[in-house]
């Protein structure tokens, strides 16, 4: 088992920035995928941004050129650096753990509880 848990969230003006962290902890494998998602008000959740153990790295478009994602693969921890922000950032983000499982060669997905991230004057 994994647990993911965020850290990070909170209330930014327009043009600001926040950065937001997610550590995973627990039977952790060599193979896997960090990153994050968003979920705004009445919305679908959509993906933000991941990241690999090789830090080759995937953005949506509305985020690419104003979010970074990174990643420290010594405390299994990723960071969503977020700049520019817009109101139409406003979102809870949730972090994601895909994990490989070799002794059943399929993908396992771990979130976290979410984080709230309201840009807003």
């Known amino acids: 088992q994994v647990q993911v848990v965020e850290s990070g969230g909170g209330l930014v003006q327009p043009g600001g920035s926040l950065r937001l962290s997610c550590a995973a902890s627990g039977t952790i494998s060599s193979i896997n995928i960090m990153g994050w998602s968003r979920q705004g008000a009445g919305k679908q959740r959509e993906l933000v941004a991941t990241?690999?153990?090789?830090?080759?790295?995937f953005y949506e478009d509305s985020v690419k050129g104003r979010f970074t994602i990174s990643r420290d693969n010594a405390k299994n921890t990723v960071y969503l650096q977020m700049n520019s922000l817009k109101h139409e950032d406003t979102a809870v983000y949730y972090c994601n753990f895909r994990s490989w499982e070799m002794s059943s060669r399929t993908w396992s997905d771990y979130w976290g509880q979410g984080t709230q991230v309201t840009v807003s004057s």
């Open positions: 990241i690999t153990r090789d830090s080759t790295t």
